[in-house]
């Protein structure tokens, strides 16, 4: 059964990996659309209608599922970690797509933080808590997850490139480990017969979380390069799960000498965040551009003309 969940958890952080590259390449293809509702409603429609986007969608939807499939089957303590990988993989993939490599500094940093996550995770290694949770601790989850959305957004507004790609991806970030948590919620009560989860409101508060949560991961997405939002998508979601965790689930981390991996781990996540910020300054345009367009004199690709 560990193998399965490892298997499930590993094929969800290539899923979605694989979703945020094609998803940035056909955002890189649209054009920056502005801001604002209006802005995000065209550029939705526009990229409606390119494959590479489309293709990302699909494979969004089936890291949910394998998502799911692997909670059901494994802890969040183990599912977790893994899915670290995610961050990883978006280089490796990303090379492929964008038939460019990252710099060696970007991917050092990224092998930091995502080594500092799976470590820290691993030492909490959250108590599996109660199936379900209790109206009141998702008031009190709820809640501070809509608001952490609301502020993250708000302060997204009046900046703009790598600093509105990661917000955005924080907010993104937040809305997925929401969903994950009300997915579990769901999933919680199918032990009573199919009947109890249906009639219960958290498959569809599931399904409008999940909307929120892809709505902000395309603006993210369109916002900046992947060397900006992915780590703040993939930090923020298993960071935001063990606070979930702990509110509405009574999960709970070890301490004692637990703590000392515990600080290794969020010691790589500060190396892996400063050394990131440094090579976004060499490394920010490996994914601005679409291989179809030539080189320019410099050796640069010019990034995608902009279609209606």
Not at 65 to 74: D, E, K, P, S, V
Not at 270 to 279: C, D, P, T, V
Request: charged share 10%; glycine share 10%; hydrophobic share 55%.
């Amino acid at each position: 059964m560990i193998a399965l969940t490892v298997v499930l958890a590993l094929l969800a952080a290539l899923s979605n990996a694989s979703a945020s590259v094609l998803q940035r390449r056909a955002a890189v293809e649209q054009g920056d659309e502005g801001t604002g509702a209006r802005a995000a409603g065209r550029r939705l429609l526009h990229l409606l209608r390119r494959p590479s986007w489309l293709a990302g969608a699909g494979l969004l939807a089936l890291s949910s599922l394998l998502q799911a499939g692997a909670l059901a089957t494994g802890s969040l303590s183990l599912v977790q970690p893994l899915l670290a990988a995610e961050l990883l993989f978006t280089l490796a993939v990303g090379s492929v797509v964008f038939r460019r490599r990252p710099d060696g500094r970007t991917w050092l940093a990224f092998a930091a933080l995502a080594v500092g996550l799976a470590l820290f995770l691993l030492a909490a290694a959250p108590s599996p808590g109660r199936p379900t949770a209790p109206p009141e601790a998702w008031l009190l989850g709820g809640c501070g997850a809509l608001g952490a959305v609301v502020v993250l957004v708000a302060v997204s507004r009046p900046v703009r490139g790598a600093a509105r790609a990661a917000l955005l991806g924080l907010a993104s970030a937040v809305s997925f480990a929401t969903t994950a948590a009300l997915m579990k919620e769901a999933v919680g009560r199918l032990a009573h017969g199919p009947e109890a989860m249906f009639t219960h409101w958290s498959p569809y508060a599931t399904a409008g979380a999940g909307l929120v949560a892809f709505l902000l991961l395309q603006s993210a997405l369109s916002a900046g390069t992947l060397t900006a939002s992915q780590p703040a998508l993939t930090l923020g979601d298993a960071l935001t799960s063990v606070v979930l965790g702990w509110v509405l689930f009574a999960e709970t981390i070890h301490l004692g000498l637990r703590v000392i991996p515990e600080v290794v781990g969020v010691v790589l996540i500060g190396a892996g965040s400063i050394g990131l910020a440094h090579a976004q300054s060499a490394g920010q345009d490996w994914d601005t551009s679409v291989p179809d367009h030539p080189p320019d004199r410099n050796g640069r690709r010019a990034p995608a003309p902009r279609r209606p």
